[in-house]
Structures are given as structure tokens and as C-alpha cells.
């Protein structure tokens, strides 16, 4: 079985270490990639092809793992030529996913949840051929959520609309417990109820939120405008607040 | 060393139960006390005495762990004959707090975290005069939070106000996550950061705010008005779908 990858940053080559069987050959191409990822291509164990055209032509499963923004032009632009599943790992919300999954006959919708270099990254699938990888499960855990194409991307914007206001809520309730000076208090207080490292997640989240709130608050827009049949109180209150 | 308890229901009798020392006697009164009330006295190890004013001429200290209503008027009849520690454990708010310790000497703000039938209550103790239960910490986990009265009601207003806002987090999370069919996937992908617990806990959260909704968003009126300097926006909102 041949694995292409369309893009050769940290998820794929991480991929390519762990799916390790004598069965499974990895090609990608060098064509138009930056000096780096050229020199992380040479590092690795995957065969390079001249071009992703043929990269696309020769795999059984043609994995997409780019920034988010170049996704659905990989799709336009190799999707036809796949004969086999078109997975896309990029971070794209539901509405590009479903744009993408046009351009390829055998799509899958797919995300990596955790760091994907830590002890627990997760391969989460959906689509009608979301079956068809789940032997990926021997070599990194693989969860199929449904067959629908865009479950996916919606679970994975669901997760961040909760995190992000999570976090945006432990911004405020800091600023109240600071005021009072009472902020070891309220980390320890809590830690009976929310677990140990209550404390070292929050500050990692409010820091987090903090130095990209820029980011986030694009996110949580996002966010907003897919689910737009909801109310989303809580989130419209987050964004409201870091935009402050 | 005597101990008088004005009231005493479940944490007033579990805390006779948990301080066990040859050392100490408890004293409490069956005066106007329901029907109930004096049943678990009479089965306790705790002297009855014919009046509350008399508990609070004997004890060394004076626990008060009534009602939230009746706490500042058991102050006022009480803590004036009270010649040791007056500690209060009702669950009221900073400004009651602060009232009450207006009518004794020797005045601390305390709570009990966690349920006090539980595996691991804890005592939260303020104020100038905290340091002189610290021997409590032999019998029950014992925390002397500042030497400022108020800052154990404080510290509880401010948990409340997280768990309750995050508890309509929740709520709203799940109405997305129902919308979209992605109910058990959103527990599943979020106790991977949260916890593995983070399905039941976040169900007996939502049961628990629906179920008790008026009460909720009452307590989360109180805080809004106590911590009115804030702003509040995450809170504020959780009012608002609350009300809804």
C-alpha cells in the first residue's frame, strides 16, 4: 500500500513514523516546498516524486495535511487525480470541508486531536469511507465518529467554542479573584473539584488566550457564524470580552 | 476544651463525629429545635443544655452552623455571650459575614468545602483570630486562608460564580452538540483534556442547574451585586441564559 502526503510539516511526518509496517510505502514530492521541509523530506523515510500529480496518481490513500488556507486548492488541484481516500487533515471548518470533499471521489474528513508528537495523538474520521483507515488504529488510535463528511470539523469546532470560552470564563474569574487577593486561593479551592493541575491549566489556557487573543477571537467568529441557528450566549459573551 | 454548636444538622453533628479527642466536649441545646433535630441530638455524643445562651456562656468556641437566614440573627442573640472563638459556617454572602462577626469578640469566617459526609471536607478559615483553630486540622483538613474576615465568603461567592457560569457553558455546549448529533463524541473528545470524569461531572453540572435553575440564577444575581465593580460579562451572560 502506497500513503502520499500532500505538505510534509509536523503531521506528516510524524505520521509517517508511526505507521510503520513493511507493507506501507509513503511518497511526497519536494515540488514547490520551502528549503525546510525540503531538508525534513530528505530526513525522513518517504520516497519523493517529482511532482504531487503523480504523487496523487500513485497513492492508495492521499493524506492532505497543509495550513488551513492552502486545503481546498490542494483538493482542487490533485483531488481528481486520486484513485484511492482523500484525506483531509487540515484545520478547516465544515463548510471548506464539505468545498473539498467535492474534488476528490473517496473522501474522508479528519483531524488529529492532541499534539500529534505527544503519547496520545487521536485520529478522529468521518465520512462513508471512514471504514476503509481504520487499520490506521494498529499504528496511532483512530476513532470513526459517523459517516457523515463534515462531523468532524463540526466536533472540532464545537471543542474549541467550549475550550475557548472555557478559557476566556478562567480570564474573568481570575480578574475577580485578583482584585480580592484571593487568586492562589481560587486555583486551590478549585483544584478540589476540577482535578490536580487545575492550576497549570488554566494559567496555560488564560496564557495561551492571552498572547493570541487576535486569533481567538477570529475563531470564536467563526465559530459564530457556522452555528448560526444557535444562540451561543456563553460564546458571544467570549468574544465580546477579548475583544475588549 | 468545650465546643457549642447553635444548630445542629448534618454539619454540626458530622463535625461532633470528626473531632474526637478526649480533650474535647461538645454542648449544643434542644431549644426551639424541630422535632428531628433533637432526635439526632439525643443520639449524638453532645451534652444538651437547657438554652443556646448557655452553650455560648460554656463553649471555647462557638460553632454556628445554621440556616443562611437564621445566621445573622443567631449572632445577635448569641455571640454577645460568647467569651471565646465565635465561628460561623453558615453559607452566606461577605456583607452577612461581615454583619455577623459585628456581634462577637473573637469573630472567623469559615466554610466547609465538599460535602462534610465526604472522604475529604475541607475547613476554610479567615480572619485575625483563625490561627487559634488550627489544631482543628488534626480532625478534619484544616485551611487558614488570610487573617482578613470575609475572605472564605468571598472565596466561596467566587467559586460559585465559576462553576455556575460553567455549568451554562455546558448547557449551551450541549444544545450544539445535539444539534449537530454529536453528543457522545463531544464528551468523548473533550475528556481527553478535561478529565476522564468529564462526562458525568458535566451531566450532574447540567442536570443539577436545570433542575434548581431559580435558585441558580438567584445566587448568580447575588454575585453579580457583590461583585459589582466587575464587569462581569461571562457571568452576567450565564444570568441571562439561565433566565431564558
Redesign the interface.
Known sequence: MIIGFIGFGKVSGNLADLISSPDIEFVTSTENRSPETIRNIKKSNVEVLDTFREVALKSDILISANSPKNALDAAVKYGKYCKGIYLDLNNVSPDTTFKISEHADDFVDGAI??KIDSN?P?L?LSGPNAEKLLFLDEFIET?I??DRIG?VS??KL??S???K??S??LI??L???K????EN??Y???S??E?DDFKDKSQSRIENTLNSSKRKSEELKEIIEY?D??????????L??LNR
Open positions: 486531536i492532541g496520545n487521536i478522529y476513532h465518529i459517523s462531523d463540526k466536533l464545537l471543542r467554542a467550549y475550550t470560552t472555557l476566556v470564563l474573568e474569574s480578574e475577580i479573584a482584585d480580592n487577593n484571593l486561593e481560587f486551590e479551592i478549585l478540589l473539584t482535578g452555528f441557528e444557535n444562540e451561543l450566549t456563553m460564546v458571544k459573551s467570549a465580546k470580552k
